[in-house]
């Protein structure tokens, strides 16, 4: 059975930059799109983009200019960087793989904090 | 801007159904959109339910529905469970790789 975890740091700095990774367990990583999704606390659910296997990337419109999604074949990784964050970007952070498919399958998220 | 609609909260007695609409301001919800729904329980991450309008994942229950209804995309729940209160989120797709959430509703089983 496939499991994602995200991992990286629960804090961020604002104007700095969020970095996140999603490690994949049993299943391949290649043959599917691999997605990011955030929630910020209380809120509701938003798209932020998705990497697939080959490094064909997409990202929400009104966050394209500050991410960028690589993967990892050889770790079973992927990853998502976030610059110049502000508070707004506080939110539960998901990876998930094929978001909107037969194969859907989510991470249990990781709470990114951006500090006032 | 693209907006995707939902109901804020329903409420539903245990045994009873209740259906939630997904709508778009683009205009009538179709099976293009790739309808899909997830359940969301406190304190946990979203669950698949539904993917392309109508197609239930291995683990969805079988009270558990998706349709198209008047131009939305629609989640029917029957024989509704105490379980089944949590909040429930659409995903509609735009083409070019782009999608939407819904803002969510509320199901309270009271």
């Known amino acids: 059975q496939v499991q994602l975890q995200e991992s990286g740091p629960g804090v961020v700095q604002p104007s700095e930059t969020l970095s996140l990774t999603c490690t994949v367990s049993?299943?391949?990583?290649?043959?599917?799109?691999w997605y990011w999704i955030r929630q910020p606390p209380g809120k509701g659910l938003e798209w932020i983009g998705y990497?697939?296997?080959?490094?064909?990337?997409n990202y929400n419109p009104s966050l394209k200019s500050r991410v960028s999604m690589s993967v990892d074949t050889s770790k079973k990784q992927f990853s998502l960087k976030m610059t110049s964050v502000t508070t707004a970007d506080t939110a539960v952070y998901f990876c998930?793989?094929?978001?909107?498919?037969?194969?859907?399958?989510w991470g249990q998220g990781i709470l990114v904090t951006v500090p006032s | 801007q693209t907006v995707v609609t939902q109901e804020p909260s329903l409420t539903v007695s245990p045994g009873g159904t209740v259906t939630l609409t997904c709508a778009s301001t683009?205009?009538?919800?179709?099976?293009?959109?790739?309808p899909n729904w997830f359940q969301q329980k406190p304190g946990q991450a979203p669950r698949p339910l539904i993917f392309?309008?109508?197609n239930k994942h291995s683990w969805t229950p079988a009270r558990f529905s998706g349709s198209l209804l008047g131009g939305k995309a629609a989640l029917t729940l029957s024989g509704v469970q105490p379980e089944d209160e949590a909040d429930y989120y659409c995903?509609?797709?735009?083409?070019?790789?782009?999608?939407?959430f819904g803002p969510g509703t509320r199901v309270t089983v009271l």
């Open positions: 049993g299943d391949f990583i290649s043959g599917y799109y």
């Open positions: 990497v697939h296997y080959s490094g064909i990337t």
């Open positions: 392309d309008t109508t």
């Open positions: 998930a793989r094929d978001m909107g498919g037969e194969k859907g399958h």
């Open positions: 995903l509609l797709y735009y083409g070019s790789g782009n999608y939407v």
């Open positions: 683009t205009g009538a919800v179709t099976s293009g959109y790739y």
